[in-house]
């Protein structure tokens, strides 16, 4: 079993700069690798506006997906898709394809959240998908990451761009002294936007999901 992701970029063909975009994605996407480094294969670009990744444990996927929308500036955001599921690839002349269970399931997730936030749930970016193979067990524990997921989104989705980068610091554990210094700004400042944004809960549950990876 493996973790496959799948990105899109939210409203690529509203870009006034689509090769901007990507370069800012694909800088946010190096980051996040960087400070965590979970990632069995990091999230590559493919073709159109997608992005491709491949982890080991759900719970790592999930950490750097939060960490990526806490990386992307005002104005870019992604869709992710989370398959759960065996993957393989299939050789061609272009190279090898990658697909089996993981990878449709995460394409199912992605046009789940297309279709959740066009009509309940606005502020849904990220979705878990199970493959038929995998058992009960799993499927419960997917339901209720996916309980999860519809919170976390709407509360980072609410951020502005700056208390995101908190975030983000405070993730990896930054105090909030460093993140004052870093950012120009009193550390009253910077804990009035980490108390009136719902930070607290963001980066308990990215521990969390970090300590649950490990285990």
Not at 35 to 61: I, N
Not at 141 to 151: E, M, R, T, W
Not at 165 to 170: A, F
Not at 203 to 213: H, K, P, Q, S, T
């Amino acid at each position: 079993m493996a973790i496959s992701v799948l990105a899109d970029i939210v409203g690529s063909r509203r870009l006034d700069d689509r090769s901007s975009a990507q370069r800012t994605i694909e800088a946010a996407i190096d980051r996040v690798h960087g400070d965590l480094p979970v990632a069995v294969q990091p999230l590559a670009p493919t073709v159109g506006d997608e992005f491709q990744g491949v982890f080991a444990e759900l719970e790592h996927a999930l950490a750097s997906v939060l960490l990526l929308r806490l990386a992307l500036p005002d104005g870019l955001e992604c869709r992710f898709g989370v398959g759960v599921g065996d993957i393989r690839t299939v050789p061609s002349a272009a190279g090898a394809i990658p697909e089996g269970p993981g990878w449709w399931a995460a394409r199912e997730a992605i046009e789940v959240v297309h279709a959740r936030q066009q009509r309940a749930v606005p502020a849904l970016r990220t979705w878990v998908v199970g493959g038929e193979e995998e058992d009960a067990l799993m499927h419960r524990q997917i339901s209720l990451a996916n309980a999860y997921l519809l919170s976390r989104d709407q509360v980072v989705g609410a951020m502005a761009e700056r208390t995101r980068r908190l975030v983000y610091g405070r993730c990896l554990g930054r105090t909030q002294k460093q993140l004052a210094e870093g950012e120009g700004i009193t550390q009253s400042a910077v804990s009035q936007a980490l108390t009136s944004s719902g930070a607290a809960g963001v980066v308990e549950g990215y521990r969390l999901l970090i300590r649950a990876g490990a285990a």
